[in-house]
């Protein structure tokens, strides 16, 4: 069974920094691009950054020269450190890793995962 666990979440005020952490866990042979998306209250998931097994780095235009995301493939993990936060970076926030597993018959099979979100509130 292939977990991801977010942590890191918490209040914040306007300008403060916070850092997210993912971790995997389970039956894996390796993990493609991992992703961190957010969701605010009444809108749709969106993404903001995204990193490959290589170390390309993708953000979303809202969150540039502010977030800044990174990886330890040995460790399994990803983190997202979040800087300069203001009130409109209020959201649930999710880790999203492509993980390989081995399959009977099929070598290994990529599957999307989804980690269950840590809370990101900005506020004075």
């Not at 666990?5 to 390796?30: D, H, K, M, N």
């Not at 990886?71 to 399994?76: E, F, P, V």
């Not at 203001?86 to 649930?92: G, I």
Request: a positive charge.
């Amino acid at each position: 069974q292939v977990q991801l666990v977010e942590s890191g979440g918490g209040l914040v005020q306007p300008g403060g920094s916070l850092r997210l952490s993912c971790v995997v866990s389970g039956s894996i042979l390796s993990i493609n691009d991992m992703r961190w998306y957010r969701q605010a209250p009444g809108k749709q998931r969106e993404l903001v950054a995204g990193i490959t097994r290589g170390g390309d780095t993708n953000y979303a235009d809202f969150v540039k020269g502010r977030f800044t995301i990174s990886r330890d493939t040995a460790k399994k993990s990803v983190w997202l450190q979040m800087n300069s936060l203001s009130p409109e970076d209020t959201a649930v926030y999710f880790c999203h890793a492509d993980v390989g597993r081995s399959v009977p018959y099929r070598g290994t099979v990529y599957t999307s995962y989804w980690g269950q979100g840590t809370q990101v509130t900005v506020s004075s």
